[in-house]
């Protein structure tokens, strides 16, 4: 059974930094292409940040370049995304999503119907 369960949400301040993990157990770590989407409250869930299966391909939406990292740790089967200078607009439910075939991670890594599997999200709310 395929499971992807997040963590490190919580509330901060403009300002401020969150460390979100995504812990990835039923798949092949080494050959799971990982994803972290956002939706904010009536907004539809948009792309964030995305890692290749190797770790060597990293892409970002426009609005976190800059100020987040996405990375993968194969020892932990766990990949995580590092938020720095956190905003109000940064407000939403993170998940995070997995696909192992390379060619549809390379062709749709910005794309919710890029992945497979997700997992159930973490709120993160920043106060201004």
């Known amino acids: 059974q395929v499971e992807l369960v997040e963590s490190g949400g919580g509330l901060v301040q403009a300002g401020g930094s969150l460390a979100l993990s995504c812990a990835v157990s039923?798949?092949?770590?080494?050959?799971?292409?990982m994803g972290w989407f956002r939706q904010a409250p009536g907004k539809e869930r948009e792309f964030v940040a995305a890692?290749?299966?190797?770790?060597?391909?990293?892409y970002y939406a426009d609005s976190v370049k800059g100020r987040s990292t996405i990375s993968r740790d194969s020892d932990k089967n766990t990949v995580y995304l590092q938020m720095n200078s956190l905003k109000p607009e940064d407000t939403a439910v993170y998940y995070c999503?997995?696909?192992?075939?390379?060619?549809?991670?390379?062709?749709?890594?910005?794309?919710?119907?890029?992945?497979?599997?997700w997992g159930q999200g973490t709120q993160v709310t920043v106060s201004s």
């Open positions: 890692i290749s299966q190797s770790g060597e391909t990293t």
């Open positions: 039923g798949l092949t770590f080494s050959r799971s292409n």
């Open positions: 999503a997995a696909v192992t075939l390379l060619l549809r991670f390379y062709t749709s890594w910005n794309k919710e119907d890029g992945y497979n599997y």
